[in-house]
Nanobody, 119 residues
Framework: QVQFVESGGGWVQPGGSLRLTCAAAGRIFSIETMGWYRRAPGKQRELVARITSSSSTTYADSVKGRFTISRDNAKNTVYLQMNSLKPEDTAVYYC?????????????WGQGTQVTVSS
């Protein structure tokens, strides 16, 4: 059973940067498309970035040009580099094996990591 542990969140001022890390435990990680998702208070979960097993990436329009997703299959880890952060990026961020471009993940959700952007 694959499990995900997200870390790296915190408080940052608008315009700042954070790097999120998702550590995955499981043997099939390297063949799966992975996604970073977020859920802001009162809003639906959103898929913000996705990376295939061959490192092809896609991004939500709201984060394009500011966020970068990457992976290290040897370490079973996915990263989300977030630059030029805005208050509207405030949310709990999760990773999961992606199901296409849907907001649903293939496996059990982890605890997530809180990102707060405010002055």
């Amino acid at each position: 059973q694959v499990q995900f542990v997200e870390s790296g969140g915190g408080w940052v001022q608008p315009g700042g940067s954070l790097r999120l890390t998702c550590a995955a435990a499981g043997r099939i990680f390297s063949i799966e498309t992975m996604g970073w998702y977020r859920r802001a208070p009162g809003k639906q979960r959103e898929l913000v970035a996705r990376i295939t097993s061959s490192s092809s990436t896609t991004y939500a329009d709201s984060v394009k040009g500011r966020f970068t997703i990457s992976r290290d299959n040897a370490k079973n880890t996915v990263y989300l580099q977030m630059n030029s952060l805005k208050p509207e990026d405030t949310a709990v961020y999760y990773c999961n094996a992606a199901i296409g471009s849907s907001v649903f993940g293939l496996r059990t959700w982890g605890q997530g990591t809180q990102v707060t952007v405010s002055s």
